[in-house]
């Protein structure tokens, strides 16, 4: 499987880093190579995450991968093209009802 990240998710992760490094350019790198480690080890095994809940209505099976406690991966996989599709990068500590996918 190959990884395809969304622009938004891309702008998603970038905003992540830019708000942990006003503390700390380390542990903001920390969080951006964790995020991009784990979504990596989706090319392995890509339903290792469960359905994501709160997108059960949507258009795709979205799921989610939790990185580090604080955040989720939502992804969905097109097996016909063998791609696993990053659509965003949520911060779970943000009100769940917000989450949306714009694909």
Do not use: G, H
Request: hydrophobic letters at 45%; glycine letters at 0%.
């Amino acid at each position: 499987m190959k990884i395809i990240w969304l622009e938004v998710a891309q702008l998603q992760l970038d905003a992540i880093y830019k708000f942990v490094a006003q503390q700390s350019e380390i542990a903001a790198a920390k969080v951006f190579n964790d995020i991009i480690d784990e979504t990596d080890k989706l090319c392995i095994f890509p339903e290792m995450a469960a359905v994501e809940p709160l997108l059960q209505k949507e258009k795709y099976t979205y799921r989610s991968l939790v990185v580090r406690r604080n955040y989720k991966v939502i992804y969905r996989i097109n097996k016909e093209t063998k791609e696993v599709i990053v659509a965003s990068v949520w911060d779970c500590r943000r009100i769940p009802q917000k989450l949306k996918i714009s694909e």
